[in-house]
Each structure stands twice: as structure tokens, then as C-alpha cells.
């Protein structure tokens, strides 16, 4: 929205091509002039970041510098462009622009005697990233990663863009494209020449950013009383219409290609039918059925892609194609721990056992190739790799693709045909040229399931239960015979705080929900979720001042938290609490909580969470994250967690941060509101309230195990955690020895009960005793899947 806004109606080029213009990108380079005075060169920093990724770029001869107060000064005695780079460790085009010009010499002597090169982790500073791909998505159109950007000494934007071609580029494809030693060119050229005018550009773009990222967010209404009142239960039935309008009938997903998971879209989908009736009301019995049919759908057609590693765990980023047959080959630690969350909301709607299995898949993957040995969850894993031991030079998707000849030798003469047949080998591969741009994927394939053991069986004349073992038998010899000859990508083993709360709160959702059909693997995921919440408070908080720091890796880094950081670990322990009753997590959720509203809630007027702490100085901008994009908007994740906090603690000042959260974003809401799904739940419990439910134990022994069954109220536990996530509602367990609990909420203060357990159900500060369920809960799973 904001990019088409500066873009301006009437002007399709944008303020990118005005520019461009400026710069006269018709001459060949500099002129020739005097040298400048001499000075001490500057050296590669990178090795001394806290980001892997960052290091990674220490043998270039590019004198990497790092972000900070130290060299902007520096950019401003030298009155120099800075050029910010911004990437992230599993990026393929960062990687590609890495080799072609950050490792050339004569790109590497510009940027070091013309400007003041600073390389960027995005998942360490996200606040710069969004800053700046917010003006080169309005200036160029487009954005992405890597994003380079050159700033003034004032950290003013010039000139943006994603990925350019070094002179070392190669391509099957002849269309002219700018090249990076000639934007380096040009820009050398118009700071020297046009500097006036280059500084004068950034500032009145940097006006309309401002302008832009404050509009419609009514700083006024809260003064005013504004309450939220124009977000109304009608607008999950509008999301519902575009997220219908978009559906790709044929492969599940929304759009065409590139496609992505979209967890925030799916977690919508599924949530719908569980909300209270005049929701169901609005949106209709048979859409809301038709919205849950569309996101299983979408995650069958995901977990049969090759955007699914069939042959490990886990799933890429994305996929280059509409059919989810060829993913961009990164997996990330983010999208892996949502879609944990919605396969396994998708599994206790359906039933279906073969979604179960994607619940263990993604949660084995989680608990092994990310997990750091003394807790928390390592960020990613690179899409390059080496081919084969000895290869000079990396490739997309080597770990993972397969020639049709490895397939006969690792599988044999019997079983190659079948698991041909199942992942769709071919002798001649089966990626198409066009997406094929590098020719790395000649001959090669990208493992899909496209036909099901039941065909095969009648196909190749065996019983199905002989296929379904030769399938198995085939990806474990596929599997073994990957992990001794391949070479495994780039691990980067940083852990990010915010992505650790998805995962905490993602792997004890999946524990709790398991633990009566699968004690032992139940057991292993929650020790997971339990050991990074206690890594993460031991080695990434501040215990006296109450602030997070974002990221560890070889101890804890300078940078400290985020609003999201807050968010999703705060939402983590809420998750966690309702998994273990274990009420510290849920004491430490609000003293986090608390710390969110002090540093990062506007309290001029307008509401809502920046994503950066106020008194920030190394940034020109405070923006405050709506919009879901490959993560949920910290703002919506943000209302949720105190509206839920509102209900545990019967604290009305929570909703209050609630209600004026969503009112903050209302304009955009209103107009877009299938941008903003992740607001949808609080937007429902702002009309229609919060119910929480609290199952008193008769005190006989203080057990807080998962799912504890010393008592009658076990089944009550049994039948909250297997609902899928629906309207925001919470669930307290209180015994005798949950003495903060009973203190922090009035309530349930002075409430006991010896020898039976009661039900309270409590909303809008008042509660209201119920009958305790004896009936087992439906559809019991009687067995885990494999793993």
C-alpha cells in the first residue's frame, strides 16, 4: 500500500525512475579528478559481529564495516554515501551477489575508497530492514533480499535495490539489466557532482515515509474515546471473501507463483468455526466450513511439494512454482515453528492422520537439526550447498536434488521404479528451463509425492502394505546415503529470540496434545519448549532491568530486543503455561509484557507497539509492524497476548492495550482487513469478550505434570487442548501451591475446595461456576504415527 502511495497514481515508474533520471545513468563513470587526501584504509569488520552471517563475509576484500554510532560518524567526516548491504544467511541471491562482486577486487576498491560499505544481518536488525525495504519497495517497486541501499552520512536513503549482477554474472537469459559496478559508478559520480541534490531528494522521500507510515493510524481517536468501534465481527466475513477470491482451487495456496506458506492466512482459516455463534452467524455455516477445506487443502498440497524435504524434515521458504514443486531451498526457523502450529490445528479439526505425521515431521526438525545443544532453536539452514565432496563452488538445492541414476544405485533394481513412480523421477529431471536460471537443476530432481502407495500397488501388482515398506525402506537408504555423501548446508546456528517463542509455544502445544497417545515423544517436545525458555531467560534477559537481548550466538549479542521479540516470546509462554499449568512462565509472560508497553507502546495518543524502544538513536524512523507478512504482525500477536493476560489475571488495563492496539491500525484494517488476519481474534474479543476457564484440583498432591490425571479434571484439560485454536479463550488450572496466581488475580484469590474439583468459567470480571465434564473426548488418537 505504501510503495503504490509514493509510487503516486499516474506515475508507474515511481520516484526510482525520477532518480535514475537525477543521476544520468547515460554516462559511462566517473570523471577524472583529483585523488583525495590520504587516509588510514579501512579494515574488513565483519569477524567481529554476532550475526554468522555477517562474519561470513570476512575474507571478502570489501572492508565490511558494522552498523553503529562509530561508522556513521565516520561517514560523515568523510562525507561519504554509505552502502548498506542486508541480507541473511540462508538468502540464495545473497549468496550469488556475495560471489560476484563482494569477492571482486574491482567492486571491492570502489566501495572501499568511494563509500562506507556496512554489511547487515535482517534477522539481528530487522528494524533497519523494514526501514529500508519500505523505500525500495515505494521506489523501485519491488523488494527482497539482499536489499542494498545507500544512505547519506544523515542515514537518509538515496538509491535502493534488491539483487545486481556482478561482472562475474551468468545467465541463461539475455535481457539487459543494471549491473552493480555501473550503480556503483553512477552513484560515486552524483554524490560527488549532485551531492546537494542527492541530500535534498532523500530527505523529501524520507518526508513521505514518515508522512505514510503515520497515516490512518489516528493518533487522535484515543483521546477522543475512540474504542475501536468501526473493527466490527463483519470483517472476518471480508477476509474470508478475499482469502476465498484468491484460492488456487487446483493446488491449494493463494495466487500464483511464487507462492508462499502463509501460515497467518491458514491459522484464519482454520480458526474461523471456532468462534461464537454470531460470528458463525456473519460468515455463514458453509463458509466456514469451505475456509477450513481450503487451508488443509493448502497443507496436503504443501506436505506432498517439494517444498517439503521429504527425505529429512522440515519446509523451505517458498516455492518458485504454483504446484509447490520447486521451493527456493532455505528453511527457516519461522516458518517451520507456525506451520507447526497450524498443521497441528489442522490435524484436531481433520482427524487425519497423514497431517499428524506433518505435526511430528516439523517437530522432530525443530528438536534435532535446529535444536542448540543447551536450549533454543538455531535460526536456518542455507539453500546452498556443496554438490559433491571436493566441489569448488556452491549450488541451490544440491543437498537435496536427485539424478535418476542415484535413485537406481542407492535403491536398487525393485525399489527405484516405485519411488520413482512416488516422487516423480525422471531420467532427464523435472524442473522446467524456465525456472532454471543457472542451469543447476540439469538432469536433477526435486522429490514431490504425486502418486499414492494405493495406485502403485495396482500399477506394479504387489499388496499396498508391501509398497507402503518399500517407500519407507527406500527414503531411509535415501536418507542415509544423503547424510554420509552429501555435503550438508550452512547452518546458522544464531538464535533469535522471537522465533524461539513460536517454537516454544508451537512444541507444547503438540506436546500436550500428544502426551496420551505418545508419552515419549510428547515428553521429548516439551523438554524442548521448556529447556529454550529457560536458555532463553538464563542467557538472553536481563533479570533486574527486565529486557530481552535479541540474539546469542557465542554468548549473548548487543543488540537487545524488539517489540516482536516481546511478542512472540510473550505468546510462547502463555502457550507454555496452558501446556504445563506451571504458573512462572505465565508470571514471567506478564513481566514481559509489562516491559513491551513501557519501551515500545506509543503513549502519544495513537496507540499501538513501534517495533523499536523508545530512545532509539541509530535509527531515523519508529514504525509500528500491521501488516502479516511471513511472520504475524507483531501488533496483532501483541493485542492477543493482552487480551489473554486480561483473562489469567482479570486485569482490565490489558484490554485497554487490547482495544486501543487494534483501534491504532482501524483505517488500514477497514480497507484491507485481509492484510491484517492475525488481528482478527482480538478484534472478536474487543465485540464479543474473552471466556476464560478455571478448573480448580481438589488438593491431594501438588503434581503439575502435563495432563496430570490424579484428578477428575483431567478430562476438561484433555478436551481444551485438543480444540484447535478459535476465539481467544484461556485456561487455568489452580491448586493450593499457586500462591502468585491467586495473588495477581482477585478472583480466584480466596478460593478453595477440598475433595472434589470444581469449574469456574469467568468473563468481564465475573465467574460463574460450572459442572465438571466426565465424557472422553471424540476422536481419541490411539497411536503416534512413525517418525
Known amino acids: 500500500m505504501m510503495a503504490a502511495q509514493l509510487r503516486g497514481e499516474g506515475d508507474p515508474q515511481g520516484l526510482g525512475q525520477k532518480i535514475k533520471d537525477t543521476l544520468d545513468w547515460s554516462s559511462t563513470g566517473p570523471e577524472e579528478e583529483e585523488k583525495p587526501k590520504e587516509r588510514e584504509p579501512m579494515q574488513n569488520r565483519a569477524g567481529e559481529s554476532k550475526s554468522p552471517y555477517v562474519r ?3 575474507m571478502n576484500p570489501v572492508a565490511w564495516q558494522l552498523w553503529g554510532a562509530e561508522t556513521i560518524e565516520l561517514a560523515r567526516k568523510e562525507n561519504k554515501l554509505v552502502f548498506v548491504s542486508i541480507g541473511y544467511s540462508a538468502c540464495h541471491w545473497c549468496h550469488v551477489m556475495e560471489r560476484e ?6 567492486i571491492a576498491t570502489i566501495l572501499n575508497e568511494s563509500f562506507i560499505p556496512i554489511k547487515v544481518d535482517r534477522e539481528e536488525r530487522p528494524d533497519l530492514d523494514r526501514i529500508y525495504m519500505d523505500f525500495v519497495q515505494a521506489t523501485a517497486g519491488t523488494g527482497g533480499w539482499p536489499l542494498n541501499v545507500f544512505i547519506t552520512p544523515d542515514m537518509e536513503p538515496v538509491f535502493g535495490g534488491t539483487y545486481w549482477p556482478g561482472p562475474s554474472h551468468k545467465s541463461n537469459r539475455s535481457e539487459d539489466t543494471v549491473n ?3 550503480v556503483l559508478q553512477k552513484l560515486s559520480t552524483a554524490w560527488k557532482e549532485q551531492e546537494d541534490k542527492c541530500r535534498l531528494d532523500a530527505k523529501q522521500i524520507m518526508g513521505q515515509l514518515k508522512g505514510f507510515s503515520a497515516e490512518g493510524t489516528f493518533g487522535h ?7 475501536g468501534g468501526g473493527l466490527d465481527i463483519e470483517l472476518l466475513e471480508e477476509v474470508y471473501q478475499n482469502f476465498a477470491g484468491t484460492f488456487d482451487t487446483k493446488n491449494g495456496g493463494f495466487g500464483l507463483s511464487p507462492k508462499f506458506p502463509t501460515p497467518s492466512k491458514l491459522s484464519f482459516l482454520l480458526r474461523l468455526g471456532k468462534y461464537p455463534q454470531p460470528v458463525l452467524d456473519v460468515v455463514g455455516i458453509p463458509e466456514v466450513d469451505i475456509a477450513a477445506n481450503m487451508a488443509i487443502t493448502t497443507l496436503r498440497k504443501m506436505a506432498r511439494g517439494g517444498i517439503h524435504d521429504h527425505i529429512g524434515n522440515g519446509f523451505a521458504r517458498y516455492s518458485v512454482t504454483a504446484d509447490w514443486s520447486l521451493p527456493h531451498f532455505e528453511k527457516m526457523l519461522y516458518d517451520n515453528a507456525q506451520l507447526l502450529h497450524v498443521y497441528l490445528d489442522a490435524f484436531l479439526l481433520s482427524r487425519d492422520a497423514e497431517l499428524l505425521g506433518v505435526v511430528y515431521d516439523v517437530a522432530i526438525y525443530l528438536t534435532t537439526t535446529l535444536s542448540h545443544g543447551e536450549g533454543g532453536f538455531y535460526s536456518s539452514e542455507d539453500s546452498d550447498s556443496f554438490y559433491r565432496k571436493g566441489d569448488a563452488e556452491k549450488r541451490e538445492g544440491a543437498f537435496y536434488v536427485w539424478t535418476k541414476r542415484e535413485f537406481q544405485n542407492v535403491l536398487g533394481t525393485q525399489a527405484e521404479p516405485i519411488l520413482s513412480a512416488f516422487f516423480n523421477v525422471s531420467g532427464h529431471g523435472n524442473v522446467e528451463p524456465e525456472n532454471d536460471l543457472r542451469d543447476e ?3 536433477q530432481n526435486v ?10 500397488a495396482s500399477t506394479f501388482g504387489m499388496k499396498e502394505v508391501e509398497i507402503v515398506k518399500i517407500i519407507k525402506d527406500g527414503k531411509a537408504a535415501l536418507r542415509a546415503y544423503r547424510e554420509k555423501e552429501r555435503i550438508r548446508p550452512a547452518l546458522d546456528d544464531k538464535i533469535v529470540v522471537s522465533w524461539n517463542g513460536i517454537a516454544i509455544g508451537a512444541l507444547a502445544r503438540v506436546s500436550a496434545v500428544t502426551n496420551g497417545f505418545d508419552p515419549k515423544n510428547s515428553k521429548l517436545f516439551m523438554d524442548a519448549a521448556l529447556k529454550a525458555a529457560t536458555f532463553i531467560k538464563n542467557n538472553l534477559y536481563d533479570e533486574d532491568a527486565k529486557v530481552l537481548y535479541r540474539i546469542y550466538f557465542e554468548g549473548r549479542g548487543d543488540t537487545k530486543g524488539f517489540a516482536d521479540d516481546y511478542a512472540y516470546l510473550i505468546e510462547g509462554l502463555i502457550d507454555l503455561y496452558e501446556a504445563t499449568f506451571d504458573e512462572a512462565w505465565l508470571h514471567w509472560a506478564e513481566d514481559l509484557q509489562k516491559t513491551q508497553i513501557e519501551l515500545f507502546y506509543d503513549t502519544g495518543g495513537s496507540g499501538a507497539f513501534f517495533s523499536t524502544a523508545a530512545g532509539a538513536t541509530d535509527v531515523i524512523l519508529r514504525l509500528k509492524d500491521g501488516m502479516d507478512t511471513s511472520e504475524p504482525s507483531t501488533n496483532g500477536i501483541s493485542a492477543s497476548n493482552n487480551h489473554r493476560l486480561s ?3 482479570n486485569d482490565s ?7 486501543e492496539t487494534i483501534t491504532s491500525f482501524e483505517s488500514e484494517v477497514l480497507q484491507y482487513p485481509w492484510l491484517y488476519a492475525s488481528f482478527m481474534p482480538s478484534i472478536v474479543a474487543s465485540n464479543l469478550g474473552i471466556k476464560g476457564v478455571v478448573v480448580f484440583s481438589h488438593e491431594r498432591g501438588e503434581d503439575t505434570t502435563i495432563n496430570s490425571s490424579y484428578d477428575d479434571s483431567g478430562e476438561n484439560i484433555k478436551a481444551f487442548e485438543r480444540q484447535p485454536r478459535g476465539a481467544l479463550t484461556t485456561f487455568m488450572k489452580l491448586t493450593g501451591e499457586n500462591k502468585w496466581l491467586r495473588e495477581r488475580n482477585g478472583l480466584v484469590k480466596d478460593f478453595r475446595t477440598i475433595g472434589k474439583t470444581r469449574m469456574m468459567v469467568c468473563e468481564n470480571g465475573t465467574c460463574s461456576e460450572e459442572g465438571v465434564s466426565e465424557t472422553a473426548v471424540e476422536g481419541e488418537v490411539d497411536a503416534a504415527p512413525t517418525a
Do not use: M, Q, W
Request: with cysteine.
Open 447 to 456: 522429490l514431490a509425492v504425486v502418486c499414492n502407495p494405493s495406485t502403485l
Open 653 to 659: 488495563s490489558y484490554t485497554t492495550i487490547a482495544r
Open 56 to 58: 561470513s563475509h570476512k
Open 441 to 443: 537443476f540439469l538432469d
Open 221 to 227: 481517536r484515543l483521546d477522543e474515546g475512540g474504542d
Open 647 to 649: 483473562s489469567f489475571l
Open 180 to 182: 552493480f559496478l555501473g
Open 101 to 106: 562482486s563482494f569477492e571482486n577486487d574491482e
